[in-house]
C-alpha cells in the first residue's frame, strides 16, 4: 500500500477498460496540450474516434513576470470539452513536469491511472494535498506489460533516467505503432542494474513504427550522456575532502544519487541527516517501495545535528534551485531550525542550474559563501551531476532502432525540437517519410492517406497560487501584480457630503511605489485638481452612481499621469461617504 494508504489497482494482465466507439472516424490525432516549444507541462492527448488517452500531467514553475504565483498547469479546456471520450492517464514517469498536475486532472476526471508503483506513489503524495471527490483509480504496471484502453495497447518499455521506474510507452493503434520515450538517456551501467530495453525497441522498430515522439532535451550535447555512476568517484572525494560538515544538496527525485550519498556516507563513518520536506518524503517512499537500502544507525535525528561533531556528520537537503522557502535557501540566511551554515562547512551542488533558475541559485550560493562556506557547484571532472537526458548519440541510436515512418521531437524550446527534426532527417534511413516540429495546441492528424498538421485546440496555462483561497489566479490579477510592481499604485481618496452629494474638499492622493520626477508635491496637487474637476463636470445622476464616478476618476486620473510621467499606476478611487 502506498505512503498516502490508498489501494492501487492491479493490473498484472491486460484489462479492457472501454471498448471502443463501434465506427470510429478512422482517424488518429496527437494533440501536445504542453511540453513543446517549453521545459516543463508535458502532456498530450491521443485520439481514435471516440476515445482519448492522455499521457502525462505535469506543471511547471512560473517565469518572473508571474508574479506570485507558485505553480503553472496546462489548459484542460479541450479535455473537458471531450469529457466523455477520456478514457485513462498514462504516466511515463515521477518527475513534477510530468505528473505536478495530476491532481488538477483528477479534479476533472475520474479515469483509470497507469504508472509505475514509484510514480503513483509520489501522485499519492501530492494528492494528500488536494481533497478530491473521488478516490484515485490506481493501477501500478510493470516493464513489458500491456494494457488494453479503448482501440489502445500499451506497453511500457523500460528506460533509463534520473529517476527509477522511468518507462517508454509503445501504444499500439489501429492504425500503427506510436512510440513515446518519455524521458530518456540510454545508460550502459546503471545504477540500479536495471538496464535499458534496447531489445523491445528494435523489436517495435522491425515490425514498424508509425511515429516516434522523442524526448529533445539535451540535443545541444554531443556524444553520449554519462552514467549516473560516473558521480561516485567525484562524492567519494567529496567526502574525503571535507574536514568538517559536509552539506550535499540534490534534486529530490533522484533516488539513485540519494543512494550514492548514505552508501557514501556510510563508507566514510559518517552520519546523515535528511532535510527538507520533499527529500525527506521521497526517502520515505523510495524506501517504502525497497528502492533506497538505508543501513541501520546511518540517520540521525535533524534536532541533534547542532551538537554533533562536524566532522562525524553529512547533510542531505533540497532546494538546489534557490527556491525561496526551500531548506537550502533558510539555511544559506540563518534561517533554518536545524542547520545554521558556518566557517569550514563544505556545501555541494549535486545538480544542475536549470536555464531561468541562476539569478536565485547564485544569490544564495553568495549567502552561503558570506557565513563561510567552502561551495562547490558547476561542471567539474569527474561530475558531481549528470542528466538524466539522452545526448545526441543516444537520440540518433532511438531513431536507428525505432526507425519510424514519421518523427516528433518532444520536450524543449522550439530551436531545440527543430535541431531534433533535423537530426532524423539528415540520418536519412529508409522509411522516414516525414518529421514535423509541433507547437503546442498543434493537432497532427493519421488516416489511412499519410499525417498532416490540422488546425489547433484550445491550450493554455492555469496559474496557481496556493496562498490564495480560489487558487487559479486570473490573468486580470498577474497584469494588476505586475503593474503594482513596475508603476505602483494610486489612491484618489474622495469624500462624498450624503446630504449634498457634492465633495466638500479637494480628494487626497496616496501614492505607493510611485515616484514622480519632483519632490512629489506638486505632482500630488495637480493629481488633486484633476479629481476635482472631474467631480465638478459630472452630473447629479452620475455623482449617484459610485461605480460610474470611480471610472470617470480613474481614466481621467490615468490620463493626465501618463502624460505627465509615461508611467501606468494602478489606479484604484476610494469614495466615503460623510
Known sequence: MPPGGRQMQESRVPARVLLCNLMPDQKLRVIPLGGLGEFGMNIMALQYGNDIIVIDAGMMFPEDELLGVDIVTPDLTFLTENRDKVRALVLTHGHEDHIGAVPYFLAEFDVPIYGTALTLALVDRRLEEHDLENEPQFHPVEPRQQVEIGPFTVEFIRVTHSIPHAMALAITTPLGVIIHTGDFKIDPTPFDNEPFDLHTFAEYGKRGVLLLLS??????????????????PRMQEVFSRAEGRLVITGFSSSVHRIQLVIDTAHESGRKLVLLGRSMMSTTEIAHNLGLLNLPDGLLMRPQDLLTAPPKK?????SGTQGEPMSALARAAVNNHKHLSVRPGDLVAFSARIIPGNEKAIFRMIDHLSRRGADVLYGNMSPPLHVSGHASVEELALMLNLVRPRYFVPLHGDYRQLAKHAR???HMRYSGLDSSFVLETGEVLEFDERGARKSGKVTVGRVCIDSGTVAEVVE???????????EDGIILPIIAINKHTGRSEKLPEIVARGFAPADDGSGFVQNARQVVALTLENSSPEEMMDWGVMKEKIRMDLKRHIAKQTQRRPLI???????
Open 215 to 232: 524526448d529533445s532535451t539535451n540535443v545541444d550535447r554531443a556524444g553520449y550522456t554519462e552514467s549516473e555512476r560516473a558521480v561516485r
Open 313 to 317: 556528520v553529512a547533510v542531505l537537503i
Open 423 to 425: 537530426l532524423a532527417e
Open 475 to 485: 490573468d486580470v490579477v498577474i497584469r494588476d501584480r505586475r503593474l503594482l510592481s
Open 572 to 578: 484604484m478611487p476610494v469614495i466615503l461617504e460623510v
